[in-house]
């Protein structure tokens, strides 16, 4: 099982920045794909980016140049680094760990974009 736990969330003005994080309760090291996801209000929740054990990236396009997902295996945690925030940009923001066991998420963390 890989417990998720996210945070760095907070009420940002746009234009502003946030990093996220995402600490694992175990080694991510055996975990090949580790992704951001997004949730806005009454949406779907959608895939942001996401990262390979290799540090292979890909990012939806809505994000693309604006958001990097990075990965620090000693420390068992995943990073977004978020720049140039928008309103739309606003949503609960999730964890997610594609392990062979399953696929697990975090409780999330809330961003908020103000114009």
């Known amino acids: 099982q890989v417990q998720l736990v996210e945070s760095g969330g907070g009420l940002v003005q746009a234009g502003g920045s946030l990093r996220l994080s995402c600490a694992a309760g175990r080694s991510i090291d055996s975990i090949n794909f580790m992704a951001w996801y997004r949730q806005a209000p009454g949406k779907q929740r959608e895939w942001v980016a996401d990262?390979?054990?290799?540090?292979?990236?890909s990012y939806a396009d809505s994000v693309k140049g604006r958001f990097t997902i990075s990965r620090d295996n000693a420390k068992n945690t995943v990073y977004l680094e978020m720049s140039s925030l928008k309103p739309e940009d606003t949503a609960v923001y999730y964890c997610?760990?594609?392990?062979?066991?399953?696929?697990?998420w975090g409780q999330g963390t809330q961003v908020t974009v103000s114009s």
């Open positions: 997610n760990a594609d392990h062979f066991t399953g696929i697990y």
């Open positions: 990262i390979t054990n290799g540090g292979s990236t």
